[in-house]
T-cell receptor, first 111, second 118 residues
């Protein structure tokens, strides 16, 4: 079993839809959870980060962490064509900077 | 925000030659830099962690004699792919972090370098 599992997609939705992206993980030591957006042939950019369990909202984006289930989610409301990208979850232990990434989910938002 | 640049953004080389990729933190001092490799439709795989002024720490399975990393200053790390072969063709991404940032040791990523070995 890989440390972080993420469905590669692609996930195709119409503009305005609510998008749900998810990752599961096996390492209970993970404390920090991040979501990155990566456009084609570009480096990842940080969208959201959460420490331990709970929810965090930033504009159209909401990140959720359920440590008891080892499950994290990213919700995108009112999705836009410009949201079309690959979304990578990443996580790490407390005190370390080394990140473990999911494979990434490709999202396609059609106008 | 913190900006990390990479040069070149794209390089094509012949098999057997060496290629150097630079990673620079433009507006902050990076005590630690990371080098990742990403194959198409795959995740970022950490290759090595480099700290300024010391030897890089390589991940299991990464040949340190093939992927030479130098972190000579707080703003520059270089990755040299020696005797490159077609299987080394990939997207190489660096990131940088500093313990003095406002956040939680966030990694700031560069735009990546696409290496194609013919």
């Amino acid at each position: 079993q890989k440390e972080v599992e993420q469905d590669p997609g692609p996930l195709s939705v119409p503009e305005g839809a609510i998008v749900s992206l998810n990752c599961t993980y096996s390492n209970s030591a993970f404390q920090y959870f991040m979501w990155y957006r990566q456009y084609s042939r570009k480096g990842p950019e940080l969208l959201m980060y959460t420490y331990s369990s709970g929810n965090k909202e930033d504009g159209r984006f909401t990140a959720q962490v359920d440590k008891s289930s080892k499950y994290i989610s990213l919700f995108i409301r009112d999705s836009q064509p410009s949201d079309s990208a690959t979304y990578l979850c990443a996580m790490r232990n407390s005190g370390y900077s080394t990140l473990t990434f999911g494979k990434g989910t490709m999202l396609l938002v059609s106008p | 925000g913190a900006v990390v640049s990479q040069h070149p953004s794209w390089v094509i080389c012949k098999s057997g030659t060496s290629v150097k990729i630079e990673c620079r933190s433009l507006d902050f001092q990076a005590t630690t830099m990371f080098w990742y490799r990403q194959f198409p439709k795959q995740s970022l795989m950490l290759m090595a962690t480099s700290n300024e002024g010391s030897k890089a720490t390589y991940e299991q399975g990464v040949e340190k004699d093939k992927f030479l990393i130098n972190h000579a200053s707080l703003t520059l790390s270089t990755l040299t792919v020696t005797s490159a072969h077609p299987e080394d063709s990939s997207f190489y991404i660096c990131s940088a972090t500093t313990p003095f940032s406002d956040s939680y040791n966030e990694q700031f990523f560069g735009p990546g370098t696409r290496l194609t070995v013919l």
